[in-house]
């Protein structure tokens, strides 16, 4: 599980303010994952990308969140106007390739929104 | 849609004893993966044991092992021995092989786990 790096680890915004993740895969991996973990709740994927790719986007909201993978730097999931209810844990994952080869998805620590 | 569910909302064993947690699944697929991440108090999501539908025999790793059964869709994880560092939420997971559910786990609610001493 070592090498998937998240920053930061938690963070405060009041409403309305912008939320900025960032996650550097292991390395050797091109694929990254963001998911959501509300309270009390298991880890819902959000959004899948490649590197300047976003692939799938499915479970991602589709106002105010958005995800990107430069060909250079981390995978930064960004959260515009935030609001209360966007106080979750977000996890970022990622493999070397998707499941056709089976490879194993690798979570990294995670970082806490809190927005008051 | 897949739909992962484990009915066991909080369980607890005493140290060195074992425990089984359960997990039930649905799906129409024949080939899959399943898994089963453990949580901490840290919050880390660490992958426990990992089982592809495709084998018969259950997955152990260590003193974790699983009872895989592909006709019911279930997937229970045991723990033997338990120690005091098992004590964790545990979450249940599947993954397609192939589409789009290749990259998207499906996860349960969770278990959590208490260890006593």
């Known amino acids: 599980n070592a090498g998937v790096m998240q920053n930061p680890r938690h963070l405060v915004r009041r409403r309305g303010q912008e939320a900025r993740l960032r996650c550097s895969p292991m390395?050797?991996?091109?694929?990254v994952y963001w998911y959501r973990q509300l309270p009390e709740e298991g880890l819902k994927f959000m959004v899948y990308l490649q590197k300047e790719n976003i692939i799938d986007e499915s479970g991602m909201p589709k106002e105010r969140f958005s995800a990107e993978f430069p060909k250079e730097g981390p995978s930064i999931l960004r959260i515009q106007q935030v609001v209360r209810g966007d106080s979750a844990a977000y996890f970022c994952?990622?493999?070397?390739?998707?499941?056709?080869?089976?490879?194993?998805?690798?979570f990294g620590e995670g970082s806490w929104l809190t927005v008051v | 849609a897949q739909t992962v569910t484990q009915s066991q909302p909080e369980m607890s064993v005493q140290e060195a004893e074992t425990v089984t947690l359960s997990c039930t699944y649905d799906t129409s697929e024949s080939d899959y993966y399943l898994f089963w991440y453990k949580q901490p108090p840290s919050r880390q999501m660490i992958l426990v044991i990992r089982?592809?539908?495709?084998?018969?025999q259950n997955a152990t790793e260590n003193r974790f092992s699983v009872n895989f059964q592909k006709a019911a869709k279930s997937f229970s994880l045991k723990i033997s021995d338990s120690q005091l560092g098992d004590a964790a939420m545990y979450f249940c997971?599947?993954?397609?092989?192939?589409?789009?559910?290749?990259?998207?786990?499906?996860f349960g609610k969770g278990t959590k786990l208490s260890v006593i001493p």
């Open positions: 997971a599947y993954r397609s092989v192939a589409g789009a559910g290749s990259y998207q786990l499906t």
């Open positions: 994952a990622s493999s070397q390739e998707t499941g056709l080869s089976g490879n194993t998805i690798y």
């Open positions: 390395k050797g991996h091109s694929h």
């Open positions: 089982q592809e539908a495709y084998k018969q």
